[in-house]
């Protein structure tokens, strides 16, 4: 495929916040997601000049036109060409080409032979900065990860464990990412959940792990977690450093929970690395590692899964060196959408290329559901 024109323009993400949508060979458009949750050890998302400026320069700039992309690694042009324009209009850029080149099945182009879907991660509730009410839960999101199982099966059984939890709950608002965020406490949002999928697991016979992004960097001042629904009796309280660790391992057992991101902040390897030891769940690094494989190395013996989110690094080469760096070395890549999300689905079509086995993407609204039906129809075009 060869490059023939760039068109950038400014469209409106999920929080009605505007971001960059580009337009390859006049056909084959993909836009950029945003985070409320950033780690500081991301690359910046725009220039320091804005994303007008992105966007002007990006259809001002004519050293793309003639560019040939017969495989992936032909990327490496682009990202050589443009390296000033961030992250955010860099993985718009990429994914649109992606796109252009393979005729919109970019699984495909990337991986002829891959034959398997990941399993959906899909918030049911949350808090934290993806929501601006004041009584809200301390921690960004509570999650389903179905064990290994088809995966319509196990994107059937996080809807249907959304709905009941929202059906329990009884009108609480929502997060950007369509999960419940009731006034309660961390406790008592597990009970619920596990209610629930004590049910749904019986009905269905699928079984459901419980998850969590603590996003702990959210609510850490520097030397103690803040919490301001800790408990039923104690909403607020104070967390040391090793008394957030206890917490993390009383509750990871007691709830066995599968999946625990972001349980500490984002400088504290070796606190991951004492829930590691301590627990069986996945230990899972976000704004830890930022997609970045210095970071990943450094934080190699903290955690046995991390984050993919390719704009918080900016460029797919180097996302797909932190995915391969990670497989090979045992730790879990859980590619994800972020907060502010567009209806791009490329992250579905990485994921089932790069073989990665859990796809975080949300539960409920368009935006989360455009990944998982993306994954459904490429579930049809498997061999
Ligand atoms: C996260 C993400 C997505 P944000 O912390 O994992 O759920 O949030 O995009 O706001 O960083
Ligand atoms: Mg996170």
């Not at 369509?178 to 009905?203: F, H, N, R, Y």
């Not at 709830?255 to 899972?284: M, P, W």
Request: charged residues 30%; contains cysteine; positive net charge.
């Amino acid at each position: 495929m060869k490059i023939k024109s760039v068109r950038a323009r400014k469209v409106l993400n999920s929080r009605k916040k505007p971001t960059i949508e580009i337009t390859i060979n006049k056909k084959y458009s993909a836009a950029a997601p945003s985070g409320a949750s950033t780690g500081e050890h991301e690359i910046k998302a725009y220039p320091t000049q804005g994303i007008d400026f992105a966007i002007d320069f990006i259809n001002k700039f004519k050293h793309l036109k003639g560019i040939k992309i017969e495989r992936f690694q032909d990327l490496k042009q682009v990202e050589k060409l443009l390296p000033i324009i961030k992250g955010n209009p860099m993985i718009a850029l990429e994914f649109a080409i992606l796109k252009a080149a393979s005729k919109n099945k970019v699984w495909h182009f990337l991986n002829p032979n891959a034959d398997d879907l990941p399993m959906p991660l899909g918030n049911v509730v949350g808090g934290g900065a993806h929501i601006k009410t004041k009584e809200k839960p301390d921690m960004q999101e509570f999650l389903l990860l179905p064990e290994k199982t088809d995966f319509a099966d196990a994107k059937f059984a996080n809807e249907y464990v959304h709905k009941l939890v929202g059906e329990k709950l009884g009108g609480a608002k929502m997060t950007d990412e369509g999960a419940w965020a009731p006034q309660m406490d961390t406790i008592s949002i597990l009970d619920l959940i596990k209610s629930v999928i004590d049910k749904v697991e019986k009905e269905l016979g699928v079984k459901i792990g419980i998850g969590l992004d603590v996003a702990a960097s959210e609510f850490f001042d520097g030397k103690n977690y803040k919490y301001t629904n800790y408990s039923k009796k104690i909403p607020k309280k104070n967390l040391t450093v090793k008394e957030q660790i206890n917490f993390m391992e009383i509750i990871t057992k007691k709830y066995k929970l599968t999946y625990v991101e972001d349980a500490f902040q984002e400088n504290d390897f070796d606190s991951f690395k004492e829930l590691k030891r301590r627990t069986k769940t996945l230990v899972c690094g976000d704004d830890l590692t930022t997609t970045n494989l210095e970071r990943l190395r450094k934080a190699k013996d903290s955690i046995n899964a991390i984050i993919i989110k390719p704009n918080q690094i900016g460029s797919l080469i180097k996302t797909k060196e932190a995915v391969d760096f990670a497989l090979k070395n045992k730790i879990v890549p859980v590619i994800s959408h972020r907060s502010g999300e567009t209806m791009d689905a490329s992250i579905s079509h990485l994921a089932v290329a790069w073989d990665i086995p859990i796809i975080k993407c949300g539960i409920h609204g368009k935006e989360r559901q455009a990944k998982l039906k993306e994954l459904l129809k490429i579930k049809k075009e498997l061999k």
